[in-house]
């Protein structure tokens, strides 16, 4: 057995700021540099994904992307330098918190055993 968990921030009232959808999004965008295609590779339509970054911008009270108007050529998304930065400090501290649950969840499981074997 495993454990994993999923790692979200969420507003002070409650909502999620960020998670693993949004995240994964920031991170096609990056990839692709486009929201339209950054979409399709996650299977998202186009208007779902720009709500998702609508949400997430107005959750983190700034801009996320940089979008440059100007068809197949000119045009294009990129990441903003906080975002880029956001992604890879959120990334190491979903690892973290991660390997730390493995830990725990193997000496949870041990004792389990160990009572189990004792009983």
Known sequence: MQIKLKIS???DQGFQAIGPGPL???EKIGEHKSINKAAKSMDLSYVKALKMLS???KDMGRVMVIRTKGGNNRGGTR???FT???IQKFRKLDKKINHYAEREFNRF???LREKENSE
């Open 109 to 111: 499981e041990i004792r």
């Open 84 to 86: 880029e930065m956001y």
């Open 24 to 26: 994964r999004l920031l």
């Open 55 to 57: 949400f997430l911008e």
């Open 79 to 81: 990441l903003t330098p």
């Open 9 to 11: 921030i969420l507003t």
